[in-house]
């Protein structure tokens, strides 16, 4: 059972603010941080297979598009290399937070 769903593209395409949106929170969605190496190592044999054979994961349509945004999320775009942690998408959120929360903390206000 082949499927023509165009996965090196947005699920919710780019014609409106709220489909760039939903685009951009699922693939920095922090909560990708906390997958193993097997899923995402997995993510990524649903991807490379979709993208050479064509047919749909055990997960159906929904599956495929999860293992996109997991896949996306820690893969480096060009290389397909895993990326560590720090340089992941789904890290810049909290990431971002805690640094401006240390340099927020050590401050000095001449006031």
């Known amino acids: 059972m082949g499927s023509d769903v165009d996965i090196t593209k947005s699920r919710w395409g780019d014609a409106t603010f709220l489909s760039r949106f939903r685009h951009f929170s699922r693939l920095t969605d922090p909560f990708n ?6 899923q995402l190592d997995e993510a990524r044999d649903v991807v490379v297979s979709y993208k050479s054979v064509g047919v ?3 997960g159906g ?3 495929l598009w999860r293992a996109k945004y997991l896949y ?3 893969h480096h775009p060009e290389t397909g290399e895993r990326q ?3 340089g992941r998408m789904s890290f810049q959120v909290p990431g971002g937070m805690v640094i401006t929360g240390i340099l927020l903390a050590f401050y000095k206000s001449p006031v």
């Not at 941080?33 to 097997?38: A, D, G, I, V």
């Open 84 to 86: 560590n942690l720090i």
């Open 72 to 74: 996306e999320s820690a």
């Open 33 to 38: 941080c906390l997958k193993t190496s097997s």
């Open 61 to 63: 349509l929904e599956g």
């Open 56 to 58: 749909l994961p055990e």
